[in-house]
């Protein structure tokens, strides 16, 4: 190992998601991946008695070849790949290197992978499995609360789209101003999502109600929880629902509602929100809005929904289709 070192090697490490946080305003869970990406690869220099300062293009090239005999995913060797491109940047941006070895290197070549989506008959389904049973006076209250709680999430993310993470922390407030009529500013969540971008995510009528009666039955059950921070408050280090607890309760009720577990997850039903909105003709600029996207390139993943629509259109509409 060069004379950079193993804890000098740790500290530009350090000092480069600490840029992250500051500069980019990047989210805790976004500084995290980069962290976990880079101390495998800072392990992984450690191996060939390398380090940041002192690894060749070729180093990085060895590494990315492990992964690949480990049989990483394209799409995850690709992410480590743009995040070692990223730190070496900045060690060359802060002249703590004079070259930049991840410059030229290109990443493992990925086909267009579409989004996994469900039909408007499939989000249906679950939602319909998700109101059985709400007002059932024979279940146990703390039972009818997690069923509330469950139907919650689900009518929120499909009307709303947004990203889990934003979700599972949303303020008790929340339900609160969507209770109120659209007139009096209310249907709608104001969101801060990656970045600190601000958002507004407007809420169908039947998401505001089912979000109303989850907040009513939950303080009516633990009058403690008006004092709380969030709307679906939990016993865990970050104080409200995990992501990993909701991507698992919604499991369960896609196999319910006879769908295959392995297809829906919270980050399903984002998708089935633009995708059915596009279907239905809304604008993408709309729809990447309403996603909080900075770039219109990361919406337009979507665009095979546009494509069918059109090419519908064409078959339908021209008047020189033999097919009319």
Excluded at 273 to 290: K, M
Aim: with cysteine; net charge positive.
């Amino acid at each position: 190992m060069s004379a950079m070192g193993a804890p000098a090697a740790r500290a530009a490490l350090k000092d480069f998601l600490d840029m992250l946080a500051a500069e980019r305003g990047a989210a805790k869970n976004t500084i995290d991946a980069y962290a976990r990406d880079l101390s495998d690869y800072l392990l992984g220099l450690a191996r060939r008695r390398r380090d940041p300062l002192s690894a060749t293009t070729q180093d990085i090239r060895d590494y990315l070849s492990d992964l690949a005999e480990a049989a990483l995913k394209p799409a995850s060797s690709a992410r480590k790949l743009s995040a070692i491109r990223q730190f070496h940047r900045f060690l060359a941006a802060e002249e703590r290197r004079a070259d930049d070895p991840a410059a030229l290197l290109e990443g493992p070549r990925q086909g267009r992978r579409l989004p996994k989506i469900l039909s408007v008959a499939e989000v249906d389904a679950i939602l319909r499995v998700c109101r059985e049973g709400l007002d059932d006076p024979a279940r146990p209250p703390e039972e009818r609360l997690r069923a509330r709680r469950a139907a919650c999430l689900v009518e929120v993310l499909y009307a709303s789209g947004l990203r889990v993470s934003e979700l599972v922390a949303l303020p008790l407030s929340a339900a609160k101003v969507a209770e109120k009529p659209p007139e009096q500013g209310g249907g709608f969540l104001a969101i801060r999502g990656k970045g600190g971008r601000e958002r507004l995510a407007p809420l169908t009528g039947a998401a505001r109600e089912t979000m109303a009666a989850y907040r009513r039955l939950l303080l009516e059950l633990h009058p403690e929880s008006a004092k709380q921070k969030w709307l679906f408050p939990s016993i865990g280090e970050s104080g409200h629902l995990t992501r990993q607890v909701f991507a698992r309760e919604l499991k369960f009720l896609a196999a319910a509602a006879g769908i295959a577990p392995l297809r829906v997850s919270p980050h399903v039903l984002r998708h089935a929100f633009a995708s059915h909105l596009l279907q239905n003709g809304a604008d993408l600029r709309i729809v990447q809005e309403l996603l909080g996207h900075a770039d219109i390139a990361t919406t337009q993943i979507y665009t095979h929904v546009l494509d069918e629509r059109l090419k519908a259109m064409v078959r339908d509409l021209h008047p020189l289709n033999d097919e009319n």
